[in-house]
């Protein structure tokens, strides 16, 4: 996960290293996928994760939340679930004859909603107030919530029947739409291998997982982020690869002014993992994929081109210029 360094790195290549190492505990490869996961934790963003059921999404928000310290609480979306079931309500209490505030699970540090788009749009917006000012208004009163509130939403690429798609404004909430694809033979193998010695995905203090970070650590790391190097001229990359977008033929909607604050972010917290005090292109390529690919609308006739964000995020890629 940490490589390219500079010969001076600092305590986010060793915390990427120990996340890795801790992680691979409990999740057989997915490399990709942790690290992206982790970038969007370093920069304070949520997390879109997009797979199949049964690639470990849930188990690899669980575990990251083991390795950082942080409350974990998961919510199952269900076409039934109101928006007071994840924010919380008011409940009369006869003793005291006073209302008091049940709290909802959002209340939380790190947050899994389960198959997001299951639930209606009126239960999904009751989680805008929170991605967004990490705060929730209930009955009329705000209330704080937690400075590292993140924001884990799972969702089945392939499934339609019962399902209420995200709304654009939602979507752009998320810093980062991370894909998680199947395992490799030998990755598969290995899981196989895992079970039958008796790992057990419930228990995983029994699997050897335990914070490996402090919160000085943490911060230390994203003091590092903040000052990483960014010369013009990959700022003017950066912003030239979101206007590419808008002006492509396949494109209806292409990525907004926030879509480039979002690259800029996640690719610092990349160089800082890579052991560098300044940005190049290769980062930006890299984190490109994820921080654009749900901020893109196609055109009805690229889907039936088949053609997909990714292919167009590459044919971005391809024809802007790289700055030297």
């Known amino acids: 996960m940490a490589h390219e360094a500079d010969g001076r790195a600092g305590v986010a290549p060793r915390l990427a290293r120990q996340i890795q190492d ?5 999740i057989v490869g997915q490399e990709r996928a942790i690290q992206e996961v982790l970038v969007a934790v370093l920069a304070g963003g949520h997390v879109l994760l997009e797979g199949v059921p049964g690639v470990a999404k849930t188990l690899m928000v669980r575990a990251l939340a083991v390795c950082l310290g942080r409350r ?9 679930l109101m928006p007071s079931d994840i924010v919380g309500t008011y409940v009369y209490d006869t003793g005291s004859n006073e209302f008091h505030l049940r709290r909802g699970p959002i209340f939380t540090e790190f947050l899994l909603a389960d198959e997001i788009n299951r639930a209606p749009a009126k239960t999904q917006s009751a989680l805008l107030e929170g991605m967004q000012e990490r705060q929730v208004s209930i009955d009329g009163v705000t209330h704080e919530l937690p400075d590292d509130f993140m924001v884990f939403a799972t969702q089945n690429p392939i499934e339609f029947e019962g399902t209420y798609p995200l709304p654009e404004a939602q979507l752009d909430r998320f810093m980062l739409k991370v894909v998680v694809e199947y395992p490799s033979a030998d990755e598969e193998d290995g899981l196989l291998r ?8 419930m228990d995983l203090a029994r699997a050897g997982l ?36 808008r002006d492509d033929p396949s494109v209806l909607l292409g990525c907004s002014p926030r879509a480039s604050i979002m690259l800029l972010l996640t690719s610092k917290v990349l160089a800082a993992l890579r052991g560098r005090q300044y940005l190049i292109p290769d980062d930006v390529k890299r984190m490109a994929p994820p921080a654009l690919r749900h901020r893109m609308v196609l055109r009805p006739e690229a889907d039936i081109e088949g053609l997909a964000a ?6 971005v890629l391809a024809s802007v210029e790289v700055p030297r």
């Open 22 to 26: 801790m992680m691979g505990r409990a």
């Open 72 to 80: 974990f609480t998961r919510v199952q979306m269900t076409p039934d």
């Open 194 to 201: 895992r079970y039958h010695e008796g790992f057990d995905a």
């Open 210 to 245: 335990e914070r490996v970070l402090s919160e000085e650590a943490v911060q230390r790391c994203r003091e590092e982020i903040a000052a990483v190097r960014v010369e013009p001229e990959v700022l003017s990359y950066i912003s030239s690869i979101t206007r590419a977008t």
């Open 310 to 315: 990714d292919d167009l995020i590459a044919q």
